[in-house]
């Protein structure tokens, strides 16, 4: 039985990852460093901020930099973000499933790109618990995002049984997502937004929208 569900945001919830490659390819450009999709899809997709920059300039990057990098892309990202499209059935699938069960949202992305979206779509109130970028020291593979989402939910259960990582249903999108969520043993269900099915063979259950899924049916 399921019991509560974690979404990803970038490629799940919002269909922003275009945004974020345009934010990160003219972060990087600004110094030097160039990337086309391929390499995003590659190597930063699944990333936050901060592993992304990491991932690009490697173990020279101060802490100081880092903070100009993330603040640049950030003012960049906003502008892109106020216009940015839900992928379609996920607000009828949220509306309908927060009033059976715990949501919460595990993403890379930064906790007020999140909020505003969200807020912006009525969605907002809707989840229970929201672990971002600025909630871990490992982003996504690693799964200290889903391990902390899932203590989260588990003391939202009031008199209940505690939560169960194999009661909590996982939403992602990417590789790195699908192996986070598994690492932290949790059920994973991808949706095929960003990579194809046979890139995303380590889910529990893959589909091609939100629609296709039914908590009833798992």
Not at 17 to 35: N, Q, S
Not at 91 to 109: D, F, N, R, T, V
Request: with cysteine.
């Amino acid at each position: 039985m399921i019991r509560a569900v974690i979404f990803d945001f970038d490629g799940i919830i919002a269909d922003s990852e275009e945004a974020h490659f345009a934010g990160l390819r003219e972060t990087l450009a600004r110094e030097g460093i160039y990337i086309d999709h391929q390499e995003y899809n590659d190597r930063y997709i699944a990333l936050s901020d901060k592993d992304c920059f990491k991932e690009a300039f490697g173990a020279s990057l101060s802490s100081e930099k880092l903070s100009e990098l993330i603040q640049y892309k950030s003012r960049i990202l906003k502008l892109s973000l106020q216009k940015v499209k839900l992928f379609q059935g996920i607000p009828e699938w949220i509306k309908k499933y927060s009033k059976e069960i715990s949501l919460g949202i595990c993403s890379g992305a930064l906790r007020e790109e999140i909020t505003e979206a969200l807020t912006a779509h009525d969605l907002l109130e809707r989840f229970s618990v929201i672990v971002s970028a600025e909630d871990v020291q490992q982003g996504k593979p690693s799964p200290e995002g889903y391990l902390l989402a899932l203590q989260e939910l588990g003391k939202l259960q009031g008199n209940k049984p505690q939560l169960l990582a194999s009661e909590c249903l996982a939403i992602e999108d990417s590789i790195a997502g699908v192996q986070a969520a598994k690492s932290a043993g949790l059920l994973c269900a991808a949706i095929t937004n960003s990579f194809p099915k046979e890139k995303l063979k380590n889910a529990n259950f893959i589909f091609t929208s939100i629609s296709e899924l039914s908590l009833d049916k798992l």
